[in-house]
């Protein structure tokens, strides 16, 4: 079985920057598709952002300039960098195996709250 755990959300002001992080015991993130998904409060799971097996990251047109995702094999993790956050922002962050329909082994998420 394999499980997701992120990390790395919390309280940030407006204009500000975050980095979430996603790891797994027992897995190898390394060639496989990770996808970050996101719960804004009281709405459904939005997608966020793909990485593909050749390290290539894929947005929704709404997200693109601010929002980056990375992996670093050796520390067998999945980043998330968050840049210019904003209210609309705040929500629940969860990593994911696969993409789309197909996902699975999504984590309990990270919180961002975007607020002054």
Known sequence: EVTLVESGGGLVQPGG???LS???SG?????????WVRQPPGKGLEWVSTIY???SGYYPDSL???FTISRDTIKNT?????????PEDTAVYHCELGSGP???????????????
């Open 78 to 86: 999945v980043y998330l960098e968050i840049t210019d956050l904003e």
């Open 53 to 55: 097996s050749d390290d």
């Open 17 to 19: 920057s975050l980095t």
């Open 102 to 116: 197909s996902a699975n082994s999504r984590g309990p998420g990270t919180q961002v709250t975007v607020s002054s």
């Open 27 to 35: 897995f190898n993130f390394s060639g496989h598709v990770i996808t």
């Open 22 to 24: 996603c790891v797994s």
């Open 64 to 66: 693109k300039g601010r």
